[in-house]
């Protein structure tokens, strides 16, 4: 079998079943939009920053208790 077939087919059922569950679901786009942010490597370190910080409030704001947490456990850093 090819791996990129594969690769495709798992790709999608995890979507389909992501798309099932609304709090999987509102996980997945924030895990997206969070790796958006950090492999963003021409973000200036403000431009990182705010939209870190733009990701926390939103993420705050989810109804979702991991993604609450895991923006108040970013709010304990900060970048130097």
């Known amino acids: 079998a090819n791996p990129l077939t594969i690769s495709l087919y798992r790709k999608q059922n995890a979507l389909q079943f992501v798309n099932k ?7 997945y786009q924030f895990r997206t939009q969070f790796n958006n942010i950090w492999e963003n ?11 870190l910080q733009a990701w926390c409030t ?7 208790l991991v993604l609450e947490e895991f923006a108040h456990s ?3 850093y900060s970048l130097a």
């Open 21 to 27: 569950h609304p709090h999987l679901k509102i996980v």
């Open 58 to 64: 939103q993420a705050k704001k989810t109804g979702v």
């Open 74 to 76: 970013l709010n304990k």
């Open 41 to 51: 490597t021409t973000a200036s370190h403000k431009e990182l920053l705010d939209s």
